[in-house]
């Protein structure tokens, strides 16, 4: 599974922001697939995920009611979807996939590479 994040950018108070990652090498279907983020001197989180279905989300609390996890299966990319953009969502943010239908976030083992998300001030 080979997966390419990329929507990363800076970001005025009140504006959205939608991170794309694309995957390749397997199908939606056969995939969990998570957002992560990791802030500066901060451990690594995860923020979002979506099932092999598509039919099941999670989020975890801080970005509840503000993010949105979504994809499309035509164009293979899953979307984590930003609004209401806080100083502290300020981080790198990644997406990575596992082939269990889990929120664990040591089964994920497939990594793209990272995208920055900026809040300004």
């Known amino acids: 599974v080979q997966l390419q994040a990329s929507g990363g950018g800076l970001v005025q108070p009140g504006n959205s922001l939608t991170l794309s990652c694309v995957v390749s090498?397997?199908?939606?279907?056969?995939?969990?697939l998570g957002w992560f983020r990791q802030a500066p001197g901060r451990e690594r989180e995860m923020v979002a995920a979506?099932?092999?279905?598509?039919?099941?989300?999670w989020y975890t609390d801080p970005v509840k009611g503000r993010f949105t996890i979504s994809r499309d299966v035509d164009k293979s990319t899953v979307y984590l979807q930003m609004i209401s953009l806080k100083p502290e969502d300020t981080a790198v943010y990644y997406c990575?996939?596992?082939?269990?239908?889990?929120?664990?976030?040591?089964?994920?083992?497939?990594w793209g590479q990272g995208t920055l998300v900026t809040r300004l001030q």
């Open positions: 979506i099932s092999r279905s598509g039919g099941g989300t």
């Open positions: 990575a996939a596992t082939f269990r239908n889990t929120v664990t976030p040591s089964a994920y083992g497939f």
């Open positions: 090498g397997r199908t939606l279907g056969d995939i969990s």
